[in-house]
């Protein structure tokens, strides 16, 4: 009997060292991926937050750039997943003519994917702003500096939704 319960003991111990590897494996391959953007952008940045609807993204811009967007440790095309998604986070780029003359970093969090390019695009216009504050007129003609203030209204006690009231009845 005692031997059964030592093999029990060994296999129970040997299953706990496989849980601890595998999650030194899980750490390495997450400090990998965030130790590569920070080393494939450095120098000088300017940087801006951008909001839309409960999205918020910190924008950097790196000078002497060549265009990569990276979105949350991740490449724009992988975390965005369609290339006209991109191209609307970019369009302030595309409206000064200076889409091959930064790099761009992002941390976005928080509501939905058209929320998050919003709120990306629109960091992405303050940080122009902040370079050279001349392009700011091409820039509001354009509708990408101001804020989009649109939010879903709060549900009201005694409602259905925002203002849904529930059906009324004579008796």
């Known amino acids: 009997m005692s031997e059964t319960k030592k093999s029990t003991k060994t296999t129970k111990d040997s299953k706990t060292a496989e849980k601890k590897e595998v999650k030194k494996v899980v750490e390495k391959k997450e400090t990998t991926a965030k130790d590569s953007t920070k080393k494939m952008f450095s120098g000088k940045y300017i940087q801006a937050i951008g909001r839309r609807k409960t999205s918020v993204a910190q924008v950097r811009l ?95 006690p005694g409602l259905k939704k925002a203002r849904k009231a529930p059906q009324w009845s004579k008796r």
């Open 62 to 156: 790196y000078e002497k750039g060549s265009g990569d967007l990276v979105v949350n440790d991740l490449k724009g095309l992988e975390y965005f997943k369609k290339e006209d998604n991109i191209n609307i986070a970019l369009q302030p780029l595309k409206a000064v003519s200076k889409i091959k003359d930064f790099d761009i970093s992002v941390i976005v969090k928080g509501g939905g994917i058209l929320g998050q390019l919003d709120a990306v695009r629109h960091g992405i216009a303050r940080a122009l702003i902040k370079i050279d504050p001349e392009l700011k007129s091409i820039l509001k003609t354009s509708g990408y500096v101001t804020r989009d203030p649109r939010k879903k209204e709060r549900k009201k």
